[in-house]
């Protein structure tokens, strides 16, 4: 079954350090997502992507971040200057679009750990 | 803003017991989906559910999607150990740009 790949697994950096999460979608799928999951919190939205721009971002999407999908196949999440309370599991997904509805599938995450 | 709120948050039964997981909002949404998630793990799609009044069943699950899509249902027949887990439900947004707005989720422990 197709899979989101995510990398790494775990990260942690100093705070004020710049990180970058990657992430390979579905190979077929157009849509792509961000996501985060601070630690016994909701799953919250930070950005959807689409025809190689933002198509939503949320509140949390400030300055310091920001997406790409640089070669086709690759779509990643960078934090300009962490700080402490961008530490969460970091989820991308990727969606198709069958009759409207979208099936999502989701990568096992990246947790960041700012210190 | 759109917001779901699941009940209950945490169910702890015996192996053989039914249950029954809510996921209610005062908004209403296109679809509605259902997830499960492992710890360290992302969020792995159950159902989804489009039509107003919709019951969907996998194996021993059964998702119901309300009249007025603004709420929904998770029933679990003859719960076993193995469908211990996080369930999350999320609905897609008004935006239509295909975000998710999730539920605080439920996490069910099921006892041997």
């Known amino acids: 079954e197709p899979e989101v790949t995510q990398t790494p697994s775990h990260q942690v950096t100093q705070m004020g350090q710049e990180v970058i999460l990657r992430c390979v979608p579905i190979?077929?799928?157009?849509?792509f997502y961000w996501y985060r999951q601070i630690l016994g919190q909701k799953v919250e939205f930070l950005v959807s992507?689409?025809?190689?721009?933002?198509?939503?971002k949320s509140e949390i999407f400030d300055d310091q971040f920001s997406v790409e999908r640089p070669d086709g196949s690759n779509f990643t999440l960078k934090i300009r200057s962490t700080k402490l309370e961008d530490s969460a599991m970091y989820f991308c997904?990727?969606?198709?679009?069958?009759?409207?509805?979208?099936?999502?599938?989701f990568g096992s995450g990246t947790r960041l750990t700012v210190v | 803003t759109q917001l779901l709120e699941q009940s209950p948050q945490f169910l702890s039964i015996q192996e053989g017991e039914n249950l029954t997981v809510y996921c209610n909002s005062s908004?209403?949404?296109?679809?509605l989906q259902w997830y499960r998630q492992e710890p360290g793990e992302g969020p792995v799609l159950l159902v989804t559910?489009?039509?107003?009044?919709e019951v969907k069943k996998l194996k021993r699950l059964t998702f119901q999607f309300g009249d007025a899509r603004k709420d929904s249902s998770l029933h679990i027949t003859a719960a076993q150990p193995g469908d211990t887990g996080l369930y999350l439900c999320?609905?897609?947004?008004?935006?239509?740009?295909?975000?998710?707005?999730f539920g605080q989720g439920t996490t069910l422990q099921v006892k041997p």
């Open positions: 997904a990727s969606s198709g679009k069958t009759g409207g509805v979208r099936g999502y599938t």
């Open positions: 190979s077929n799928h157009l849509y």
């Open positions: 999320a609905g897609h947004g008004s935006s239509n740009t295909g975000k998710l707005i």
């Open positions: 559910v489009v039509t107003g009044g």
């Open positions: 908004s209403v949404f296109s679809s």
């Open positions: 992507f689409y025809n190689n721009e933002i198509s939503e």
